[in-house]
């Protein structure tokens, strides 16, 4: 009788457990839904956390920015090269500028397969008017206003700031800024043209097929290497007061032809204009795609002592601090990088410059209090605990949002075009036993404090249909400062 019970139980069982299965399978949530309602939720939430707080109280806050800008020329980078005859190369090598046509293929390949963001100046004017003119013929080609500090002062302006904007630009292009940017320089006939070569993540060149969706750029600049809107920009800033000085677009400087001590006078002449300005201003440096080991170098004597606040990009940290460290500089490093690495490249860059600046009896420059770091699945923000940075937490939503609007070029964000390629949860570091924090779908940015700092991290819903990478890091380092001010 047991024997026979237990096992019409086991029948029955089964058929129970069928039927559910067949229920289930029958109301299953198919995949795709689940992804998109996560999605979905992650969405609102990141919008609820960026739209939590107001700015400066509801006052325009001011905000200086230089250096420069130019007119970009953006086309798709594969349809390029191919025009111009570039379809096979031998080897991908890196160069730090650029002189011939094999170079430039060399170069493109270098940093094309893995993704990663790179800009080089093209010493050869011949070859450069060749790329302009063979981009213009590009179907689908478009023109914006270009250049790290104009982004910024536009994305500024738009997010409610008033605006000083150090660079010199044509008449056209003052015209096109918005009316809350005012300009400070001089006046040129011809903006400088920087072409964008953009690629979607799995595009194919010769080869080599992209991982990831990014940008390479040239540019032939001879006007912004020169920051000669300084002089203008620093007597401006004298009645500006701004509450924010964002200096960026440094990079104009990397491998150009420079005479003797130029670059390090011009250098030293922004670090005095930014050890003379207010405690009341904060100031934030962008770094930015640099091989030129000298200008890396002057820019850790003369500009990074003179900043409360860092904004930087996966392959910028790695390279600031492996020269900090007193290694080479880094020209490559992994494009998606995990939380844990770029948390634990945060510490010690963080640590390796404050030391710097305590150990430095005289020292008139400013600590560090805010570093910001922005990668393709997250953003991360570490700030200081009782700094003048306030809303920490809704500035890395905003900073994430931001990135999914400027990558799908469009304010509002379609959760069908995005992605989360941050994992489910994360580990704080990669020193053993560490702490790991799973990614709440409700609570999309995770915050917590150490040592003397809070440290928050956002996933970001990376855009599917890429409208334009370049100037990303900048409209996005722009979003998250505004918020903090
Ligand atoms: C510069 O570029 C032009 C056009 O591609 C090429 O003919 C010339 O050889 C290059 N000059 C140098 C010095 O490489
Ligand atoms: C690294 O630095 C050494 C010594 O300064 C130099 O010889 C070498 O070429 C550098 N390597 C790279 C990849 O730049
Ligand atoms: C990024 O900044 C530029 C320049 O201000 C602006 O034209 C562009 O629309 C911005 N991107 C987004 C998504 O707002």
Partial sequence: MEGLSSSSFVKYGSFFSLLVFVLAYLFRTPPDAMLHDRLDNVLSSLLR????????????????????????????????????????????????????????????AYFFAPGAASERFVMNKTLFSELVETSRGLPGNRWAVGGNAPVMAGRMAKEGCDVLLGGSFSPDFTEVLSQHIMVAGNVVEEPDIHLILEYPAGASWGDYTSRRANRYIVHSDDHNPYLDSMEDFAEKLQDFHPDLLVVG?????????????????????????????SAQTGVHFEMASFVDEGLMKDLLNLVVPNADSLGMNEQELPNLLSLLKGSN?????????????????????????????????????????????????FQAMMVERGSRWKNTMSATAKASLTANRHVCGSPDIDPGKARLIMDDSFSISRREG???????????????????????????????????TAGGGDNISAAGLVLQI
Avoid at 64 to 82: E, K, P, Q, T, W
Avoid at 334 to 344: E, G, K, Q, S, Y
Wanted: aromatic share 6%; net charge negative.
């Fill in 49 to 108: 956390a960026e739209s939590k707080v107001g700015m400066n109280n509801g006052a325009r806050p001011k905000v200086a920015i230089g250096f420069g800008g130019c007119v970009d020329l953006i086309v798709d980078g594969v349809s390029l090269m191919n025009k111009m005859g570039l379809t096979t190369i031998d080897q991908p090598l890196h160069h730090d500028y650029i002189e011939n046509a094999q170079q430039l293929a060399q170069s493109f």
């Fill in 249 to 277: 677009g440094l990079q104009m400087m990397d491998n150009f032809p420079f005479k003797s001590d130029e670059r390090e006078d011009l250098l030293s002449h922004l670090a005095d204009m930014l050890s003379s300005s």
């Fill in 329 to 377: 500089i880094t020209v490559l490093s992994d494009p998606n990088p995990r939380v844990a690495t770029v948390l634990d490249q945060m510490r010690e860059l963080y640590r390796l410059l404050n030391r710097r600046h305590d150990e430095d009896a005289d020292a008139a420059g400013r600590r560090l209090t805010r570093l910001h770091v922005h990668t393709l699945a």
């Fill in 434 to 468: 560490s702490q790991r924090i799973a990614l709440e779908e409700s609570r999309p940015v995770s915050c917590w404090h150490e040592d003397g700092y809070q440290i928050c991290v956002a996933p970001v819903l990376v855009c599917t249909e890429v409208y334009q």
